[in-house]
């Protein structure tokens, strides 16, 4: 790592441990001259299939939550959400599956979202990550895993950017009482 002459560098790296700014990745970089067709709230597909209700007789079921597969309409779309939502991550595997490029896929994304697909496809999974932390006692990496991060070095790493928290303690931070068990996957 180089240096200028007054130190600049040694101390952007003090102040920055591991390249980690803690600012949040800017999700509006590039801007569409028009409104966007999608909202990311619209696309989002829940990885749980399950939630917890209770009955009058103080028992406890799990009832079937009503998830929209196809939200769009546009089918390679949808199918590239219901990827996500699978824990797919390796969008050249998906692409290759309809004969394009990666840079289709997320031509494709920012057309439809107003997203840069790299944006895009954080935030899905960093919101996925974030419901299993919450409502599971899944591992950090089983978490990761599911969520299409891979390892847990990855999650940590996209934690510590996005929230500058490590995984489990944005678990304690985002997880309220009764929230353990809410959902079922």
Avoid: C
């Amino acid at each position: 790592m180089g240096r200028d002459g007054s130190g600049n560098a040694w101390r952007y790296r003090q102040t920055r441990p591991h390249g980690l700014s803690g600012i949040p990745r800017n999700y509006t970089v590039r801007k569409l001259n028009v409104e966007p067709q999608f909202q990311f709230d619209e696309l989002y597909i829940t990885p749980f299939r399950f939630m917890r209700q209770y009955n009058e007789n103080s028992t406890i079921t799990y009832v079937a939550i009503e998830r929209k597969m196809e939200p769009t309409g546009i089918h390679i779309f949808d199918a590239y959400l219901q990827y996500l939502a699978a824990g797919g991550s390796d969008l050249q595997a998906f692409a290759d599956q309809y004969g394009l490029r990666r840079e289709d896929i997320d031509s494709l994304v920012f057309v439809l979202t107003g997203m840069r697909g790299v944006d895009f496809r954080m935030k899905f999974q960093v919101l996925m990550a974030d419901q299993l932390l919450r409502f599971t006692d899944m591992s950090v990496a089983e978490v990761s895993k599911r969520a299409g991060f891979g390892s847990a070095n990855n999650l940590y790493l996209t934690y510590k950017r996005e929230f500058n928290l490590a995984p489990g303690y944005r678990r304690q931070n985002i997880r309220q009482e009764g929230d353990l068990g809410k959902y079922k996957l």
